[in-house]
């Protein structure tokens, strides 16, 4: 989880002088910043630190503070992550937004494409989320939990998820992009998975009234 007081964070420096640049990434546990790496991941790539901490106890005891020196850590490209929610974001004008988080069922995995359309002709946008990312290491495991979810516009700035229309689409895998096609005189959907086959689905299926 990430928040404005316990973000998510990745310090970027060359934190064992060998010239290349190390990504490091942390975040809180019980309210102590904790490296998110295990002791093999993070040794691989910074050898000098299995000098420092010769057993997986000394490592899990200590503080992210007692792994770099202050001056690599002061000097390293910092990049900060508050929220992991997926959200839209809607201008109120005059050179204000607002941002505000998606439905629960938007959240079980991660979305690579959102195609805006009118799937129930009522003259407002609504839209269709897409994803999956299947190349994440083996310490979180694949995000394959969404088929697919329509969010319908309720006509008052709401997204709320159509489970009917969302069924009808059911598309597994890691979807990368959509777009639609209109073949003669019908319109589909072009799915785009990676590593995968190209997928078509015929626009009646979930476009009604």
């Not at 006509?155 to 209109?182: E, H, Q, W």
Request: aromatic residues 10%; hydrophobic residues 35%.
């Amino acid at each position: 989880k990430a928040s404005l007081e316990e973000p998510i964070t990745l310090y970027r420096n060359d934190f064992d002088d060998n010239g290349k640049t190390d990504p490091v990434m942390t975040y809180y546990y019980n309210g102590k910043v904790t490296v998110f790496a295990t002791k093999d991941e993070l040794t691989k790539q910074i050898p000098s630190l299995n000098k420092k901490f010769l057993s997986y106890n000394d490592f899990a005891r200590a503080n992210f503070q007692d792994l770099f020196n202050n001056e690599k850590v002061e000097n390293a490209e910092i990049k900060k992550v508050y929220t992991l929610q997926s959200c839209i974001v809607l201008n109120d004008g005059n050179g204000k937004f607002r941002i505000k988080c998606l439905p629960t069922l938007a959240q079980i995995s991660s979305i690579n494409s959102i195609l805006i359309d009118d799937f129930n002709t009522d003259g407002y946008p609504d839209a269709l989320l897409a994803g999956n990312n299947y190349q994440i290491n083996t310490q979180l495991g694949q995000l394959d939990a969404s088929h697919g979810l329509i969010l319908m516009n309720d006509k008052k700035g709401n997204l709320i998820p159509d489970l009917k229309r969302s069924k009808k689409f059911s598309v597994l895998g890691a979807i990368r992009d959509m777009k639609k096609i209109k073949i003669k005189d019908n319109l589909f959907l072009m799915i785009g998975r990676n590593n995968d086959s190209l997928q078509i689905i015929d626009k009646s299926h979930f476009y009604y009234e």
